[in-house]
């Protein structure tokens, strides 16, 4: 091989890792449980996850269209709005209040803007000292199951393979977490976002 034709495959190497990490994202994605129940739902709209019950001990799982706002409890839900633009009421029997963010735990989206397909961006709603809300972005790849903080630091490990040192593998993944019928008991680790903190973890 000449020195040009060396320098262009050297080029090209990058790129082609850069396809088979992609592809391998897209193929594992379709083989976790939360994405194949989910690959109805179109892009742009999210899943959303709040804590409910007397004793904040249940949580539930709603869908909600990010640009108007709509939000509903279930497939068939979402479905019917989509097709014959008819909303369904949010019916929890008054055990999950919907009317503010205070018992938001988590938004999940299946496709975010910018990742190959399998790629999960969830943010994470803490409460902070000061009363507010936090929200922290987290990017989980399909493939690895390293979780990354930043889309940078994702579409960097997507083009150099390289882990960025911020990057973490949950210790109950967000597939765990969130592969329930539109009510649960509530898992430990996510009561613990509903309590004041300081840190991110």
């Known amino acids: 091989m000449d020195g040009s034709l060396r320098s262009t495959a050297l080029k090209m190497a990058p790129l082609f890792e850069t396809d088979e990490r992609m592809l391998e994202s897209k193929e594992r994605g379709a083989k976790n449980t939360l994405q194949r129940q989910h690959e109805w739902l179109p892009k742009g709209w999210v899943m959303e996850i709040r804590a409910a019950g007397e004793k904040t001990d249940k949580m539930y799982k709603f ?117 329930f019928e539109i009510c649960a008991n509530m898992h430990e680790s996510l009561r613990n976002r509903l309590m004041v903190n300081e840190k991110t973890y």
């Not at 839900?77 to 369904?88: F, G, P, R, W």
């Not at 018992?103 to 399998?118: C, M, Q, T, Y």
């Not at 493939?143 to 630091?153: D, G, P, Q, V």
Request: positive net charge; hydrophobic residues 30%.
């Open 63 to 179: 869908y909600v269209h990010s640009i108007t706002g709509v939000r509903l409890l279930s497939k068939q839900d979402v479905l019917l709005y989509i097709n014959e633009a008819n909303v369904s009421g949010c019916n929890t029997n008054g055990q999950c209040d919907t009317s503010s963010e205070d018992n938001i735990l988590a938004k999940v989206d299946f496709r975010p803007s910018g990742l190959p397909e399998g790629w999960i961006k969830e943010i994470v709603y803490r409460k902070t000292k000061e009363g507010l809300t936090r929200r922290d972005p987290y990017y989980t790849d399909p493939a690895s199951s390293y979780t990354f903080r930043t889309l940078k630091s994702a579409l960097s490990f997507l083009e150099t393979g390289k882990v960025s040192k911020h990057a973490f593998i949950q210790r109950t993944s967000v597939h765990d977490l969130y592969s």
